[in-house]
């Protein structure tokens, strides 16, 4: 609880501490005669205590022309009741109206306190490594390719690869599992992570601002800036909600007295009733409560939204396509094959390693793996990528071409197709074809579960978009049980794609994108909601993405569309439930059935009830 909120609950207390006995004896003062005067002064006491910030921020509404809000309506209604000389009433209305807001300020510095523990992974400091001693630096002022020395306990600072030492890192800040994942020289390694035993020297790969932990942070802090249809539409309800209440409260205390002078005091305290009722805090509270719990509960997964109408639309979602590589396989690809060289097979894996050199992509990086030693960029120039298809480059002067069939087409080189499963990365040298190497990836472990899922979760249609040849997508269609798929595409081709499927939806159904490549992106921001596998994703993937999977799971597909659609659920109950018990209670206050004591249960009771509902989105440890 933090000093203000402290400070809340001691006025509470204060002014319950003088209005429980004045309520309790305060027959006896009317019995006696007590002056209305001197009974106003007691009840003022506890009044003032613990609703001056009311009355307050009610006279800077008005001062700003902003009249109509929940402070109004407390301050008119609770002076209404005391100038009726019901004064017990209007301060009772004033305390227990504070008590809501101190369990509202609670409730939502509990889901901000849930996120920031979450996402407590800046660090303070890092270990900078200068002429043999170590220095604490600021992360922001240390540049990329510098020496880092991380000590069992401490967070990794930046993003980097480690140069030496072996350890575990306790990822749950960042992926919300709490399996420890082994590192080892040559490993890289994410800011935010903590390091459990072991000190590493890393070298830098990125400066602070573009590192992980910064990205992570960024996320999660501009995520609630982006508000939900159904925010935005409690938002508009309010303002012309209050404004109506207050003048069919104004009508509620002048229209019936016409026909009835005598009954004056009557309808003017029904009306204020009417006013305590009528006040809107339970869903302008819990609706943005809801979603912001939502995206807390997302995060404790390892599940980033980006904001509150993604986490919207995400619950709507009933196609789906995903990218192959890195998406539903590991990403991880291994050299199986040379097929036809015209060559020696360590010359011809020595100029497809050197052409590559310039690129991240796990098969580039197999091919270098393959060739057994770090290409020597010095012997490469004239580096051009061809996406979809591959690229060409010169080697010691030599013309290098590696890629698909498409690639050899558009070059004019005659090549021999392959049979074999996997990834074929034609061999074009010096203009001819010298041979075909077979490189293998594999299906993540959970990837056929994760399509399972998709489909018990209600996602209708799920289709897979490769850039691969039809007998390699196939196979992996196969595996992971899809009928739909599509191979052999182009950055363009999948965006194509990503239009057709995005016609088949019916209304108010949507449509994602699970992908995780630099060529992904197009399609990542055509969809209705772009989902980014974000521990090996590119940055132009999880910056083009609205939702981003830290751990690269494809489990947490169906995971954060199940959390989505619970947070929607308690949204649409919310708003049921609040404004279906206003309206009965407005209706018997109308008519004379109700009074004070229920326009509090309808007011501060709607509203607590409503808050631990929306409470419910930051468990999601069973979805």
Request: charged share 20%; with cysteine.
């Amino acid at each position: 609880m933090n000093r203000k909120q402290k400070t809340l609950l001691l006025r509470i207390v204060a002014a319950a501490v003088f209005f429980v006995p004045l309520y309790l004896i305060s027959e006896q003062f009317v019995s006696a005669q007590m002056p209305p005067a001197a009974l106003f002064a007691l009840f003022l006491l506890p009044y003032l205590l613990a609703g001056y910030d009311v009355l307050r921020k009610a006279l800077l509404g008005i001062r700003n022309r902003r009249v109509f809000d929940e402070n109004f309506l407390m301050t008119v209604a609770t002076l209404g009741a005391i100038v009726l000389g019901e004064y017990a009433e209007g301060a009772a209305v004033m305390i227990l109206y504070q008590v809501g807001e101190l369990f509202q300020s609670y409730a939502v510095g509990k889901s901000r306190r849930n996120i920031t523990a979450l996402m407590d992974i800046r660090p303070d400091y890092a270990n900078l490594e200068v002429g043999g001693a170590l220095r604490r630096t600021d992360p922001d002022e240390i540049p990329p390719g510098s020496v880092i020395v991380v000590q069992p306990g401490e967070k990794v600072p930046l993003d980097g690869v480690v140069l030496d030492g072996h350890s575990s890192l306790n990822t749950s800040a960042l992926t919300g599992e709490s399996a420890l994942r082994d590192v080892a020289p040559g490993d890289e390694i994410l800011s935010g992570c903590v390091n459990m035993h072991g000190v590493l020297k890393v070298r830098t790969t990125k400066e602070f601002d573009e590192s992980t932990a910064s990205k992570v942070l960024d996320l999660v802090e501009n995520a609630v800036a982006r508000k939900a249809k159904s925010e935005t539409f409690i938002a508009k309800f309010a303002r012309y909600y209050t404004p109506f209440v207050c003048y069919a409260a104004l009508a509620l205390a002048v229209v019936p007295p016409l026909f009835s002078p005598a009954a004056w005091g009557t309808w003017i305290f029904r009306a204020c009733t009417f006013l305590v009722i009528s006040c809107p805090c339970a869903l302008v509270i819990s609706i943005p409560l809801s979603f912001f719990a939502g995206i807390g509960g997302a995060s404790h997964r390892g599940i980033l939204v980006k904001g509150a109408n993604y986490l919207e639309t995400l619950a709507d979602v009933r196609v789906i396509a995903f990218d192959k590589t890195g998406t539903m396989t590991k990403g991880s690809f291994n050299v199986t094959g040379v097929h036809y060289p015209s060559m020696d097979e360590s010359a011809l894996l020595e100029y497809a390693a050197h052409a590559e050199c310039a690129s991240s992509h796990p098969v580039s990086r197999s091919l270098q793996t393959a060739y057994g030693k770090a290409p020597d960029r010095n012997r490469v120039d004239n580096v051009r990528e061809h996406p979809g298809e591959g690229v060409t480059a010169n080697v010691d002067g030599v013309e290098i071409a590696v890629g698909n069939e498409k690639l050899m087409q558009r070059l004019g080189v005659p090549f021999r197709p392959c049979h074999h499963p996997g990834t074929i990365l034609h061999m074009g040298v010096g203009g001819a074809y010298a041979g075909h190497i077979v490189v293998s990836d594999e299906l993540k472990d959970h990837a056929p579960e994760a399509v399972r899922q998709l489909r018990r979760a209600g996602v209708e249609k799920i289709v897979m978009l490769t850039g691969d040849a039809e007998a390699v997508a196939e196979r992996v269609a196969a595996e992971l049980g899809l009928t739909d798929y599509r191979a052999g595409l182009l950055p363009a081709d999948k965006v194509r794609c990503a239009e057709e499927l995005l016609q088949t939806c019916k209304p108010g159904q949507k449509f994602a994108f699970v992908g995780d490549g630099i060529n992904d992106a197009p399609v990542l921001a055509r969809a209705d909601v772009g989902i980014a596998m974000g521990a090996l994703g590119s940055d132009a993937a999880i910056e083009a993405a609205d939702v981003v999977l830290m751990d690269d799971d494809p489990l947490k597909i169906a995971t954060a569309i199940r959390i989505a659609r619970k947070c929607l659920r308690i949204v649409r109950e919310n708003i049921v439930f609040s404004l279906a018990v206003k309206a009965t209670c407005l209706l018997l206050v109308a008519v004379g059935l109700g009074n004070m004591w229920l326009a509090i249960a309808a007011d501060v009771g709607v509203m607590v009830l409503a808050v631990l509902n929306a409470m419910r989105c930051l468990a999601v440890e069973k979805l």
